[in-house]
């Protein structure tokens, strides 16, 4: 009897510890209105790829986010795709559009990987904000009639049509805003006068300037706009370049001058003497950036990251003595630098397989880099050492399978580094 159990010996399996496996296919996308509410349907995602709803249960389907985040839930009884939380495209996505979340569907067995791009539409839900309630213009009595002065834009936060469209301002005896377009596709106003002013006659004018978005309804923002009316400053500072445009490594050291902005003005004394400052008061600005008043210098104060923010729009202003005022722009591009290593992402293993099978798929893993261009590619190898290969997938996936059948009396347990 033992001679018989000998000649047919038991089944022994071989311990693996790695990562990888896998088969692709490209979706259409999905779109959402962000904050739709939870449980919210989207998809029949057993439909969308063919397949029967009691499959996805033996088939181990769950979605995969690439930040890990859990936006949706799958029901492996109806192959329904639901909102597990609302999205808010601002928080998402801020000022990019369109804004675009991707995951995959992953199925284990046998392994195949969907991919779907979820685009996240914008909805009315801001409002536009002045970065200041009280904006003060000092204006000659001589300025003559068509003369252009620049507003403070308002910010908002939506995108597209639901974003700023134009201004208007009232009362408008005096006055009239146009609306005009950046080379960025911002909306900025621009105050004309349209008649002579009199100091003597009306010293000071207080105007309510209006931002007004495009949604259905329209959001609005105000304003108030008051305009001092000064005694003859002929000259106004003015701009050596309307716009300055600088790269800057990332990890460039705090206190690093970045750029001079420089206006010269052709009045004498007071009336002469030009002080700059940023042209509205955004936050982000002014925590990351300095502006000299008196020499234009703008430095570094708080650290750069190119995966958060890759350019900056600054809109500088010069002011004479009398209240005079000219305007540039100044685009800072943030040049990537190596300081993000790979990440790799386990998306199915098997630690455990019989001797003596073929060759087999042990793991199915992604790699990612943050960083972009050179930076961002990566190579992905293991040691020489065992009867393992990679083989890669499709885009930034892997497979390690064995190279052919293993016998666990001469190695039971393999450990792989995958580099």
């Not at 801001?126 to 003559?144: C, D, G, H, Q, Y």
């Not at 507003?151 to 974003?163: P, R, S, W, Y």
């Not at 706009?225 to 445009?245: C, G, H, K, S, T």
């Amino acid at each position: 009897m033992e001679a018989e159990k000998e000649r047919f010996p038991r089944l022994r399996q071989v311990l693996l510890f790695v990562l990888l496996a896998h088969t692709w296919a490209e979706q259409e996308d999905y779109r959402i209105a962000e904050e739709t509410e939870s449980g919210s349907f989207v998809a029949n995602l057993a439909k969308d790829i063919g397949l029967a709803v009691k499959e996805l249960s033996w088939r181990r389907a769950r979605i995969i986010f690439t930040n890990d985040k859990k936006y949706f839930q799958l029901n492996l009884q109806t192959g329904d795709l639901r909102v597990n939380e609302k999205l808010d495209r601002e928080e998402l996505c801020g000022p990019t559009e369109p804004c675009v979340l991707q995951f995959q569907v992953l199925l284990e067995e046998p392994l195949e990987v969907y991919r779907y791009k979820l685009l996240v539409t914008d909805i009315n839900d801001n409002s536009p904000v002045f970065p200041e309630a009280e904006m003060i213009l000092k204006i000659m009595e001589n300025t003559l009639p068509g003369t252009v002065f620049p507003l403070k834009n308002a910010q908002d936060l939506d995108v597209g049509i639901n974003n700023i469209q134009n201004y208007t301002i009232y009362p408008n005896s005096h006055f009239h805003v146009l609306t005009r377009n950046s080379g960025e596709g911002r909306k900025y106003p621009e105050l004309v006068l349209d008649k002579a002013l009199d100091r003597e006659e009306q010293p000071e004018l207080r105007l309510t300037l209006l931002a007004v978005d495009g949604g259905v309804p329209p959001k609005t923002g105000t304003a108030l706009v008051l305009i001092d009316i000064l005694d003859i400053n002929d000259n106004a500072p003015e701009f050596v370049q309307p716009l300055y445009r600088v790269q800057i490594l990332e990890n460039s050291p705090l206190g690093s001058l970045i750029v001079t902005v420089s206006a010269r003005d052709l009045d004498t004394g007071t009336n002469g003497q030009v002080f700059y400052s940023f042209f509205y008061g955004d936050e982000e600005i002014s925590r990351t950036f300095a502006l000299n008043e008196l020499t234009g210098e703008i430095k570094i104060i708080r650290e750069l990251d190119f995966e958060k923010i890759i350019s900056y729009e600054l809109d500088i202003k010069a002011s004479d003595g009398a209240g005079l005022s000219g305007k540039c722009t100044v685009i800072i591009e943030v040049v990537d630098i190596n300081d993000n290593t790979p990440e790799l992402t386990v998306a199915s293993l098997i630690s455990a397989i019989p001797e003596n099978s073929p060759e087999t798929t042990i793991a199915l893993f992604s790699i990612q880099d943050r960083d972009s261009g050179d930076n961002g590619e990566v190579v992905c190898s293991i040691q020489d050492d065992v009867p393992f290969t990679l083989k890669p997938s499709v885009e930034n996936f892997y497979k390690l399978v064995t190279e052919g059948e293993l016998d666990r009396e001469s190695q039971a347990e393999y450990n792989i580094t995958i580099t």
